[in-house]
């Protein structure tokens, strides 16, 4: 992202902000389409064995903050203690693979949301958001 000049921070948070609210309108109509048709169809049409095989496929080649958002929006009690178990998901793999996850989409991308809301850079450097708080150079 390109550094921004003074003053023009608060046009690109609003300019966020409404692509935001852009991409919510068109995002949830759909999950709530795939979760009250699509999965009770897939449930229909394949064995939990065959929908075991396709979720790990998923799971295995999520980039970190996506999965790491899927557990932050179940909560990661959930997650751990409903959703690893339905899927036959051995407890420790929590350690080695999925608690990453929840920490990289909670540096990657819940911290600069946070920061834009408050209107503050994010606590650590990096990340989707970096470049909206980098200092302006003068030449």
């Known amino acids: ?3 921004l000049k003074d003053g023009d921070t608060s046009t690109k948070l609003k300019e966020i902000s409404i692509a935001f609210a852009s991409y919510h309108e068109v995002v949830l109509p759909h999950l ?3 979760e009250e048709l699509g999965l009770i169809l897939a449930r229909a049409y394949f064995t939990p064995k065959e929908m075991g095989a396709m979720v790990s496929k998923i799971l295995e080649k999520a980039p970190d903050v996506e999965l790491g ?4 929006d179940i909560g990661p009690d959930n ?3 409903v959703f690893m178990v ?5 407890f420790f793999v929590w350690y080695i693979a999925f608690k990453k996850k929840h920490a990289a989409f909670l540096r990657d991308f819940v911290a600069h949301s946070e920061a834009i809301k408050n209107g503050e850079p994010p606590k650590k450097a990096g990340g989707l958001f ?3 708080f ?4 003068k030449v």
Do not use: D, N, V, W
């Open 86 to 90: 339905q899927e036959g998901i051995p």
């Open 134 to 137: 980098a200092k302006s150079t």
């Open 32 to 34: 709530k389409e795939e």
């Open 130 to 132: 970096a470049g909206l």
């Open 1 to 3: 992202m390109e550094q």
């Open 79 to 81: 997650f751990r203690k």
């Open 69 to 72: 958002s899927f557990i932050h």
